[in-house]
């Protein structure tokens, strides 16, 4: 068929209405094509399991961070060397599970 009413279709009361072009819009596949551009995949943040452990030790570290502040405000002003490793355990324990899971996040 060919002429003015080759790409034509009826509407729902007969009449031959034209089809629109579909219309190009370069903003409807930037994420996929940004993807692509720095290689990244789909991937999940992390498993369930592994935040929360991650999340646990988040908050034993602060446990211990506050425990080792009132063993160093609330006993005598000498003893200064047992609270501070026990604040900078207490940070350890906050900030190494968190670091190790991106690592293992990231090489995987």
Do not use: K, Y
Request: net charge neutral; proline share 6%; glycine share 14%.
């Amino acid at each position: 068929m060919s002429g003015p009413t080759a790409g034509a279709s009826p509407d729902r009361h007969g009449r031959l209405a034209l089809e629109r072009p579909q219309q190009f819009c370069p903003w409807d596949d930037i994420s996929s094509g940004m993807d692509e551009v720095f290689g990244r995949r789909d991937t999940n943040t992390g498993s369930g399991v592994g935040r929360t452990v991650v999340w646990g030790l988040r908050l034993l570290g602060l446990v211990i961070v506050v425990l080792g502040l009132a063993l160093w405000l609330l006993t005598s002003a000498g003893l200064v060397l047992l609270p501070g490793v026990v604040v900078v355990a207490g940070l350890a324990v906050m900030v190494i599970p968190g670091l190790l899971a991106g690592l293992v996040e990231l090489l995987s």
